[in-house]
Nanobody
Framework: QVQLVESGGGLVQAGGSLRLSCAAS????????MGWYRQAPGEQRELVAH???????NYSDSVKGRFTIAMDNAKNTVYLQMNSLKPEDTAVYYC??????????????WGQGTQVTVSS
């Protein structure tokens, strides 16, 4: 089994910064991709940033130029550096990972979510 544990959320003023971390542990043969999604109250979950093994990244238009996703392969950890935060960035942020546990098993995993609140 695989677990994703997130940390780094909190309350910050507009214009401030936060860094989210998500550590994967358990039965991991390889990590194909990791990413961050967010869900605001009454809204659907949306992609924030995505990173594919090998380094290719993808960002939503709303965070381009402000957020940066990076991965420490040795630690099986993905980070989301969030700068110039805006009140509209307020949401629960979820880590997602596509992990191969064996030759025959590749699955999509989700973290428990971490709250990010940006005050105006």
């Amino acid at each position: 089994q695989v677990q994703l544990v997130e940390s780094g959320g909190g309350l910050v003023q507009a214009g401030g910064s936060l860094r989210l971390s998500c550590a994967a542990s358990g039965s991991i043969r390889s990590i194909n991709a990791m990413g961050w999604y967010r869900q605001a109250p009454g809204e659907q979950r949306e992609l924030v940033a995505h990173l594919i093994s090998g380094g290719s990244t993808n960002y939503s238009d709303s965070v381009k130029g402000r957020f940066t996703i990076a991965m420490d392969n040795a630690k099986n950890t993905v980070y989301l550096q969030m700068n110039s935060l805006k009140p509209e960035d307020t949401a629960v942020y979820y880590c997602n990972a596509l992990i191969r546990s064996s030759i025959f098993s590749i699955k999509d995993y989700w973290g428990q979510g971490t709250q990010v609140t940006v005050s105006s």
